[in-house]
C-alpha cells in the first residue's frame, strides 16, 4: 500500500482510527498494520520534500 496524497492519507487515517482495538492476529489487526507503516511513510516523504525545498 502507498499514499501518494492528503486525500489518500486522510482515509487511511479514517479507517485506522475505526481499526484501533482490532483482535492481534485478526485480519483487521493486519490491515491496520499495513495503514500505519503507509502513513509513516507518507509523513517522511512529505518531511523530506519539506527540508528538500528549504
Keep these: ?3 501518494t496524497n492528503e486525500t489518500e492519507y486522510e482515509k487511511a487515517a479514517e479507517r ?5 482495538g482490532a483482535k492481534k492476529g ?3 489487526e ?3 498494520k499495513e495503514l500505519l507503516k503507509a ?6 516523504d ?3 520534500m ?3 525545498n528549504n
Aim: a negative charge.
Design 39 to 44: 502513513m509513516k511513510e507518507y509523513e517522511d
Design 26 to 28: 485478526s485480519p483487521e
Design 46 to 48: 512529505f518531511v523530506r
Design 1 to 3: 500500500m502507498k499514499i
Design 30 to 32: 493486519k490491515e491496520l
Design 50 to 52: 519539506l527540508r528538500d
Design 16 to 20: 485506522a482510527d475505526a481499526l484501533e
